[in-house]
């Protein structure tokens, strides 16, 4: 099992910055995948930033540019260090990670957080 807990999120105006904190219970080491997700109102849940493991871009093209990552591996935490936001980025940002528990691959979401973004 591994517990996710996201903080950092806020209200922030167009152009600002946030960096958003995920805390897992075990070590990043451990986890076969690792991920920064958001789903705005009405939206489907979307990947922002590959962390860990997967084959997508580390980045989709909406954030490309605006948003990196970086990890404190003797904290099991990862950051998401949003710049140059905008109305478009609101949305509620979820840690996902997948872990193999015997041979099977198992899914984890932290509670999110919110990002809003407006004057």
């Known amino acids: 099992q591994v517990q996710l807990v996201e903080s950092g999120g806020g209200l922030v105006q167009p152009g600002g910055s946030l960096r958003l904190s995920c805390a897992a219970s075990?070590?990043?080491?451990?986890?076969?995948?690792m991920g920064w997700y958001r789903q705005a109102p009405g939206k489907q849940r979307e990947l922002v930033a590959r962390i860990i493991g997967g084959s997508s871009p580390n980045y989709p093209d909406s954030v490309k540019g605006r948003f990196t990552t970086s990890r404190d591996d003797a904290k099991n935490t990862v950051y998401l260090q949003m710049n140059s936001l905008s109305p478009e980025d609101t949305a509620v940002y979820y840690c996902?990670?997948?872990?193999?528990?015997?041979?099977?691959?198992?899914?984890?979401w932290g509670q999110g957080t919110q990002v809003t973004v407006s004057s």
């Open positions: 996902n990670a997948q872990l193999y528990i015997g041979l099977r691959l198992n899914d984890f």
């Open positions: 075990r070590s990043i080491f451990s986890l076969h995948y």
